[in-house]
């Protein structure tokens, strides 16, 4: 038996003794795991600075803040969305419970990346946990730091058996990926999501597959274009470029390129100063295998702005590039690096074209004063987020779900979206052993009268809370008239009293 098989096992094993069903465990575990962010906030920011150059400041705003924010509201929210869910009824149910209720899944399998290894990481345990969920944790071998003080520290926190932490290469997470798990959540790229979900449909395990692609940003001409661009470059160049929601390129009609090039050029000296290089704030691509693949992105493009490089550091400036042909080889594939090429088209229709006639993004960015024409982007192009006039930040909204269409991914997390994703909806109805006359229609033999009486009771839904309302309403109203002929005021204050009574069970 492999080191990864007993793992799993022993989670299935602690999972099964259903000591997370208790909403009251589940917050422990919540609390334990802020706990850890918390105190472990320098050991995490020393690992993301060795993996990729980034500040302390920086893995606080863009990894652990939103971890803390997505913790709390789980949570405070916790029993709330675990209650059982009640539904509509149709008229042969009205007397019965019906609901649906969430009931864990398992055993979840959780594959981080590594561009930002603690938020993408952990925020699926977080719904996992909070959805009564055993889970294994497998962080990025690449963020190889990240990694290691995940695995050392993490158990002293968490529930070393319900929670364990696996580290490795390809062939820990290939052996991983053989175990029978009950939903696998994966972060990273379309082409090993493709490996992960047929290793997935052996055993008919549900995937939620994060992956990525080429999120358009298309600005009009008519905007605000200082304001555009510097949105634009704060999105495009935190983390080095590499970050999925990024924007991967610009669609604009020509007679604005050279100004949306000097603006992104200002906003990077801004940003970064005249030497990027030597800025803490500006990262390093993850590692050399990465740097000579978003350097060969280059060949066949013209440089506007930027396009410095230092191997040994794995330094790559902020990069503009310009004139940008559909076909060029910084097309072909995201880029996920800190190069920005602009692409010119004659309008928005072009531009909503050229969007189409590739694979659905995670994002579509739009640049516009126009209300109208960003409805049309929206009703036009398919992609897992719409953005209109900024860039990342409907990433920090947990009421939105997060996640991909077709090659940029499937299912969708944050907030209750983490909970439901790996709950089972389990539908209820609870009838009781009495008004058997009512049933005798579905029992044979089958009459047309019978058929007549079904189409009615099972066709007719009814909203309970409505109807409730509806029936107190009424009462409200035949009070009401009843007080006008009342007289004395000993009545009249009893009436009244009635109605405040009323009125206070009247409401939804």
């Not at 358009?216 to 704060?234: E, G, H, L, S």
């Not at 029936?471 to 009893?494: D, E, N």
Request: net charge positive; with cysteine.
């Amino acid at each position: 038996m492999s080191r990864e098989q007993m793992v799993v096992d022993g989670a299935r094993k602690s999972f099964q003794t259903g000591k997370t069903k208790p909403l009251d465990y589940r917050t422990h575990q919540l609390k334990s795991l802020l706990r850890f962010i918390t105190e472990r906030r320098k050991d995490i920011a020393d690992a993301v600075k060795r993996d990729l150059g980034k500040s302390e400041h920086g893995t606080e705003l863009f990894e652990t803040l939103g971890l803390e924010g997505e913790i709390k509201l789980a949570i405070e929210k916790l029993a709330e969305w675990a209650a059982p869910r009640p539904v509509e009824k149709n008229l042969l149910t009205i007397l019965d419970d019906v609901y649906i209720q969430p009931e864990p899944l398992g055993v979840v399998l959780i594959i981080g990346a590594w561009n930002y290894p603690w938020a993408v990481t952990l925020q699926p345990l977080v719904g996992a946990i909070a959805a009564g969920n055993a889970a294994v944790i497998k962080p990025s071998e690449v963020s190889s730091h990240s990694a290691k003080v995940m695995e050392e520290f993490l158990p002293q926190y968490l529930d070393k058996d319900l929670y364990p932490v696996v580290i490795g290469g390809v062939s820990e997470t290939q052996e991983l990926l053989k175990q029978r798990f009950d939903h696998i959540f994966y972060t990273g790229n379309s082409t090993v999501g493709k490996l992960v979900m047929e290793a997935a449909a052996r055993h008919l395990t549900p995937v939620t597959l994060e992956l990525g692609g080429k999120s358009p940003c298309y600005i009009d001409k008519n905007c605000d274009i200082t304001v555009a661009c510097r949105r634009i470059t704060w999105g495009k160049f935190v983390n080095c470029g590499q970050t999925c929601i990024a924007p991967d390129y610009i669609l604009c009609e020509p007679c604005i390129q050279s100004r949306v090039v000097k603006e992104i050029e200002k906003n990077i000296k801004e940003f970064y100063t005249d030497n990027p290089k030597t800025f803490e704030d500006y990262g390093r691509i993850i590692n050399q295998q990465h740097f000579k693949r978003v350097m060969a992105l280059m060949d066949g493009s013209t440089v506007a702005v930027g396009g410095d490089s230092d191997e040994s550091q794995c330094y790559i400036a902020p990069t503009v590039l310009k004139d940008v042909a559909g076909d060029s080889k910084v097309m072909k594939e995201e880029i996920f690096g800190p190069l920005l090429p602009i692409i010119t088209v004659s309008s928005v229709d072009e531009a909503i074209q050229f969007i189409k006639e590739r694979e659905k993004p995670l994002v579509v960015y739009v640049f516009s004063h126009d209300k109208k024409l960003i409805k049309r982007v929206i009703a036009e192009t398919s992609s897992g987020a719409l953005l209109a006039n900024d860039c990342l930040v409907h990433y920090t909204v947990s009421a939105l779900p997060f996640g991909g269409v077709g090659n940029s991914g499937m299912g969708c997390y944050h907030g209750q979206h983490s909970f439901d994703q790996v709950s089972h909806m389990r539908s209820c109805l609870i009838k009781q052993l009495k008004m058997e006359g009512v049933n005798s229609m579905r029992y044979p033999p089958h009459t047309a009268r019978k058929l007549g009486w079904a189409r009615f009771l099972l066709l007719k839904s009814v909203n309970v809370s409505r109807l409730r309302r509806v029936v107190l309403l009424a009462l409200l109203a035949g009070m009401a008239a009843f007080v006008v002929q009342v007289k004395t005021q000993k009545y009249y204050q009893c009436s009244m009293w009635f109605i405040i009574v009323l009125l206070k069970y009247a409401r939804p």
